[in-house]
């Protein structure tokens, strides 16, 4: 791949998760209104690998060669069944925005935990900074939180926590078991394994016992279709892509995108308040993902130096 093609790709795959994760927000809220939370996710992912895998079977005989099993696995709990699962089940407490409002604080995740137990190397300055900025944001809504939402249940919110917790894992492990030129395959398989545990959360959860298809409304199931198409087959291969080609933290900025969208919409169309303080959050996490991707990349590692986790891998 050229470095002009490659470039456009990126900033293409880009777009697609800022955009469209901002917008599978509303969707899951309006699944959720006659399907249940661990079914639905596992209904999405399930067919969503199943179309990917019988894209990947007509152009290979072997999809998922080449790739470290156990390892893409665990990815595949720790993004689509604890990731994606626990939120599309804290939503059935939270409003659409403040999910998302939750999900900005990925990149301190994946900053603290890339320097505690992965590359080592403490935050440079101004992604430091721009991170912060976002997350001030965030903290101005969360201090406003009863105004937007009323009253949160804890055992949500811990939902969300452990949310980001995984997926901030499953980010920075990626590149360790996912090839950058088998990226699609991995995405596929780890969302097949995904669809399992939330299928597997749904026993504990009582869901099956009061589930009946008749009862799914048309509006919950065009959402779902939405999903699977989009928020999955679509974005996913995005974000992966970017996990395998662009540092992580820069991956992760999506997280401060995707509340101002989030918010918008649930707004718009699920008439969720927006206050003066949703303003002030809009503007700083918008400074905050505008520092960090102005953040420039540190020089190549010297020889037995080890590179950054999750940055470029493939000549961009």
Not at 27 to 40: C, D, E, Q, V, Y
Not at 152 to 162: G, Y
């Amino acid at each position: 791949m050229t470095t002009r093609s490659s470039s456009t790709a990126t900033l293409l795959a880009f777009a697609a998760i800022y955009i469209i994760w901002g917008t599978t927000f509303l969707g899951i809220s309006l699944m959720l209104r006659t399907m249940p939370a661990f079914i639905g996710g596992g209904v999405r992912f399930l067919i969503a690998s199943l179309l990917m895998f019988a894209w990947l079977r007509a152009r290979e005989p072997h999809p998922f060669a080449g790739l470290k099993l156990w390892g893409t696995a665990l990815c595949g709990v720790l993004l689509t069944g604890m990731g994606n699962g626990f939120l599309i089940w804290a939503q059935l407490a939270l409003p659409s925005g403040i999910a998302a409002l939750f999900v900005g604080s990925l990149p301190v995740w994946i900053l603290l935990l890339d320097w505690l137990f992965f590359t080592r190397r403490a935050p440079r300055a101004l992604a430091s900074v721009g991170v912060l900025l976002g997350l001030a944001g965030v903290v101005v809504l969360s201090l406003n939180t009863e105004g937007l939402a009323g009253k949160v249940r804890p055992i949500h919110v811990i939902a969300v926590l452990v949310t980001e917790l995984a997926w901030a894992l499953g980010t920075l492990l990626q590149p360790r078991y996912a090839p950058a030129s088998r990226v699609v395959n991995f995405t596929c398989l780890q969302m097949l394994v995904g669809a399992g545990f939330q299928f597997l959360m749904s026993l504990p959860d009582r869901e099956w016992g009061g589930f009946a298809l008749g009862r799914v409304s048309a509006l919950s199931w065009g959402a779902l279709a939405y999903l699977i198409v989009f928020g999955s087959v679509i974005a996913f291969s995005c974000y992966a892509y970017l996990v395998a080609h662009v540092a992580a933290q820069k991956v992760a900025t999506y997280a401060l995108v995707n509340p101002v969208i989030a918010l918008a919409l649930g707004a718009l169309v699920l008439h969720e308040r927006i206050t003066s303080a949703a303003v002030i959050s809009m503007v700083l996490v918008l400074l905050g993902v505008a520092l960090v991707l102005a953040q420039r990349e540190p020089a190549a590692p010297t020889p037995g130096q080890a590179p950054l986790a999750g940055a470029n891998q493939v000549e961009l």
